[in-house]
């Protein structure tokens, strides 16, 4: 007897206490303590709104779309902090004016995960926006929080006081230290940005033997290119995107095939691939 369907059923169960329990109205909570105390509500003293709820939200399938919308809307309103470019993990910081929840209050208001941008979340806010299509929107929030932004220019520069070539933990929101990056040469930040980068801005996903498209960078740009190793085998591949009426299409060679997948194959050959992706379909 398989235990798929009782899963299944009890996933079902989770994901709809989820959307009776969790939606606060406009975004969804962060947790409960163990005194019933909400973290992540409009009620909230500290911690109203937290990223990794609402960006979870997408990536987990869990909420409806209308809601993963609106929680989505909601983080883009009250925690991407534009004048200071960065996105906040949570707001307003805990301070000692609520429920106390653990180390993250030792940071002061404003650094690390206490109310700075964590870059781990600051990264899954924009894979959730890649994964609703918002792709004008994951342009505008990666080239803010990428670290060459940082120091695009000497005064921005004065401000950031570290590397803008490598990674930053985080970025300060604190009001003595606004838009200070902090820990650089974070491995655990650079491995998210590639995972961003490859799978959701430029949309290139392994699934087995098939490569898997799907883009989100801007509709306005020509094409991107990149190289694919495949065992043996090295794919070329040129990706366009468009809209209107017609499924997407790839070329492979000779071979031409509608559909957003190709099969690859571990020939020892190169490989030259054209696909255009559909943002509609």
């Not at 109203?48 to 979870?56: E, F, G, H, L, P």
């Not at 940082?150 to 004065?158: A, I, N, Q, V, W």
């Not at 883009?215 to 991107?224: A, E, G, S």
Request: hydrophobic letters at 35%; proline letters at 5%; aromatic letters at 14%.
């Amino acid at each position: 007897m398989s235990i798929l369907p009782f899963y299944a059923k009890n996933m079902l169960k989770h994901f709809k206490n989820l959307e009776n329990e969790a939606w606060d109205g406009e975004w969804f909570k962060r947790a409960w303590m163990d005194d019933g105390a909400e973290l992540g509500s409009s009620k909230s003293p500290e911690c109203r709104i937290d990223a990794i709820a609402q960006s979870w939200s997408v990536l987990s399938g869990a909420a409806s779309a209308e809601r993963q919308t609106q929680a989505m809307d909601s983080l883009d309103k009250h925690l991407v902090r534009r004048d200071l470019q960065l996105l906040q993990l949570l707001d307003p910081p805990f301070d000692d004016n609520g429920p106390n929840p653990g180390y993250i209050r030792g940071y002061v208001p404003g650094v690390r995960e206490n109310g700075g941008q964590y870059s781990h979340a600051a990264i899954w806010a924009l894979i959730a926006f890649a994964k609703l299509g918002q792709r004008e929107k994951v342009y505008e929030l990666f080239s803010m929080i990428q670290p060459v932004s940082h120091g695009s220019d000497p005064e921005r520069l004065k401000v950031y006081k570290v590397e803008p070539y490598v990674m930053a933990a985080d970025v300060y929101a604190n009001e003595s230290h606004k838009g200070r990056g902090g820990w650089t040469w974070y491995t655990g930040s650079a491995g998210w940005m590639y995972q961003f980068i490859i799978h959701a801005f430029l949309g290139i996903n392994q699934e087995m033997d098939m490569l898997v498209f799907k883009p989100c960078f801007p509709l306005d740009w020509p094409k991107i290119t990149a190289e694919y190793k495949y065992r043996s085998s090295t794919y070329h591949l040129t990706i366009f995107q468009f809209e209107g009426d017609e499924p997407s299409w790839w070329k492979m060679d000779n071979d031409r095939g509608q559909g957003n997948s190709i099969k690859m194959t571990d020939d020892g050959l190169e490989h030259k691939v054209e696909l255009h992706f559909n943002i509609n379909k």
